[in-house]
């Protein structure tokens, strides 16, 4: 018995290593691939950013939400914690630039900033332009932030919670 046991296994083991595509290529009609899309739970191949990146910290929350805003554009809400009393909350609309993207902040005209991808994490760079600098208060910046990617869903956006400016807790990225 425990002979059939350890065969049994050994078959279950080797078949894990089968792919049932040629290639090991992923079925995009696959109902259950689907369904993953469509709820956030694996990446759409798609070039579309929607989705929720988030991360904690012992110095609190750093979020940014992102969902459509027209036809292959984006808008998105992003706040980072400093702290109790330190945040830095900003928003505007994302755009596909080659393999990256182009954040326009809203309220501060020319600043512009190319984002970066890393596995299923975005990343703000280093440095700003000089019409930047007044995103955040004097004693806060965006630069070099990392927001790992939470959901790739546009719903899970739309119902993400994000303090504003006074501490009070909304959905900004709601339509």
């Known amino acids: 018995m425990a002979r059939l046991a350890l065969l049994c296994t050994v078959a279950l083991l080797a078949a894990c290593d089968r792919h049932p595509n040629s290639g090991g290529a992923v079925d995009l009609e696959n109902p259950l691939e689907i ?17 929720v990146l988030e991360r904690r910290h012992n110095l609190g929350r750093d979020v940014m939400c992102i969902v459509p805003d027209g036809q292959d554009e984006w808008r998105f809400v992003l706040s980072a914690s400093f702290g109790t009393e330190l945040t830095c909350s900003a928003s505007g609309g994302i755009g596909r630039e080659g393999d990256s993207w182009r954040l326009a902040f809203s309220g501060h ?6 984002v970066y991808e890393e596995g299923d994490e975005l990343r703000l760079p280093g440095t700003f332009p000089e019409q930047c600098e007044k995103l955040c208060s004097d004693r806060v910046s965006l630069r070099g932030l990392r927001l790992p990617r939470a959901s790739w869903s546009a719903d899970d956006a739309r119902r993400l919670q994000i303090p504003d400016n006074r501490g009070n807790m909304g959905t900004p990225c709601r339509d």
């Open 109 to 114: 005209d020319g600043c512009e900033l190319v």
């Open 35 to 51: 369904a993953a899309r469509e709820r956030g739970l694996v990446h759409n191949p798609s070039a579309d950013p929607s989705g």
